[in-house]
């Protein structure tokens, strides 16, 4: 009965991992400054939510997206709601791929998932520029795209193998 | 191409506005939630600011717990980077080590040759044949400590000659006849010699005592004389040549003699002059 408890209690933490993981990026940066790399960002928060909402979303919750949305946006200093919305349009464009899908492919996961950058960075910035007149710049956007795209797919091989724990956990169980 | 279009559109709205399985909200309500924040923002309306203010709160005070792994991570990362600088010290150092080494080699050749103009500058003073005497009669009164050698003006002893054994100065010529001489040890009452004492450095005068030992004396001021110092002769007055080893400091100013002078059987005989003369 008491490993039982224990097998429980650890399935309930590895389900809640992608969630803590991306309060803990959103609140904390992950910027790597410290490697001292020039131009060297990515939008972990990004790769994060596409993986999840796309093989498991209900280890993540929309609602707790949003309000990570907004935490984002008090700790980098933009508008509230921005970061909410391009994660929200992240799940969406996750949750479309799912529903389309028949046969999963990491492959196409991973063009998709270009696209779905693309694409949300774009309407972010659109917002950004035209209501906020924020300065950009370009550059700086394009390499951050360009290592979120493939940074995924090296996340992505780390969320499975964290996936394999999770269902290891619950047949134990 | 209906089909298709009929397609999209499900998945759109299966996506965007549908609840998803465990979902508590759908994604257009929280999309639009979003939006709303945004416009508000815009008009920059208090309510907005307060949720901002409120957010802010949370954020500053739970950042310090969530920073902690980063900061592990960030450790771990500057340890590592730590470890790759020693190794870059380790070779820099490396590198030092095999300069200082060829220093000490410039050190040792810079040493050597002056050890070698030392001898060119000695070449100032020529030392003449060394003549062999032997010790005739070794006189030991308390106020005469001098000895008979079997060497005289014969054989080109002359006055002031230093006298010594092996290595050591023992004393000077004081007397000189056609086939004997006297020699004047350095333990004699009247025996002044001008010293270096090393490695202090000091200038002084040795006397002797009428005794087995020394005493320095005639020194400019107080002077503090490690036991274990080298005396040596220090050149002055141009009667010997400097760095002829006497004795060394026992007690104080008091100097035992590195020869013996009552086992002197043999003693060499030197001149020291100038070039010119």
């Not at chain 2, 002359?158 to 007397?175: I, R, S, T």
């Not at chain 2, 333990?187 to 010699?193: A, E, M, P, Q, R």
């Not at chain 2, 450095?201 to 002797?208: A, D, E, H, W």
């Not at chain 2, 141009?238 to 080893?245: D, E, T, V």
Request: charge should be positive.
């Amino acid at each position: 009965m008491s490993k039982l408890g224990k097998g429980k209690i650890l399935n309930k933490l590895l389900e809640l991992g992608p969630i803590l993981i991306l309060y803990m990026a959103v609140l904390n940066e992950f910027d790597f400054n410290y490697l001292n790399l020039a131009y060297f960002s990515f939008n972990f928060p990004f790769i994060l939510i596409f993986y999840w909402s796309l093989k498991k979303p209900e280890n993540l919750g929309y609602g707790l997206i949003f309000f990570a949305g907004l935490i984002n946006d008090v700790v980098i200093g933009f508008p509230l709601g921005i970061s909410s919305f391009a994660y929200l349009f992240m799940c969406g464009f996750a949750a479309y791929l799912r529903n389309i899908t028949l046969r999963p492919s990491t492959l196409k996961d991973w063009l998709f998932f270009l696209f779905a950058i693309l694409v949300v960075n774009s309407l972010t910035y659109i917002i950004l520029i035209l209501f906020f007149k924020f300065k950009i710049y370009y550059l700086d956007i394009a390499v951050n795209i360009v290592f979120t795209f493939f940074l995924y797919i090296i996340f992505a091989n780390l969320f499975e193998i964290y996936q394999r724990l999770i269902r290891g956990s619950e047949k134990n169980d | 191409m209906e089909a298709s279009r009929d397609d999209f559109v499900i998945a759109i709205r299966s996506a965007f506005i549908q609840r998803g399985n465990k979902q508590r909200f759908s994604l257009i309500f929280l999309i639009i939630l979003s939006i709303v924040f945004l416009i508000l923002g815009r008009f920059n309306l208090s309510a907005i600011n307060y949720i901002k203010i409120s957010i802010n709160e949370l954020v500053y005070r739970s950042s310090f717990i969530v920073s902690v792994p980063e900061n592990y991570i960030k450790k771990t990362y500057i340890n590592i980077q730590d470890h790759f600088t020693y190794y870059d010290e380790y070779l820099k150092l490396k590198k030092e080590n095999i300069e200082l080494k060829t220093t000490v080699e410039n050190t040792n050749f810079i040493t050597s040759e002056n050890e070698r103009l030392k001898k060119i500058i000695d070449d100032y003073i020529i030392v003449s044949d060394e003549i062999i005497a032997k010790v005739l009669i070794d006189k030991q009164s308390p106020f005469l400590r001098s000895m008979i050698i079997n060497k005289g003006s014969k054989n080109n002893i002359k006055l002031g000659m230093a006298v010594l054994d092996g290595e050591f100065l023992v004393g000077k010529v004081v007397e000189v006849n056609f086939t004997t001489s006297r020699v004047l040890l350095l333990s004699d009452l009247n025996s002044k010699i001008p010293v270096t004492i090393e490695p202090e450095g000091y200038q002084s005068i040795l006397s002797g005592t009428g005794k087995n030992n020394g005493i320095i004396q005639y020194s400019k001021e107080e002077i503090f004389l490690k036991e274990g110092s080298s005396v040596f002769t220090s050149g002055s007055g141009a009667l010997f040549k400097s760095g002829i080893p006497i004795g060394k400091i026992t007690n104080k100013i008091k100097v035992d003699y590195f020869s013996d002078f009552s086992q002197l059987k043999f003693v060499k005989v030197i001149e020291f002059k100038k070039e010119d003369d």
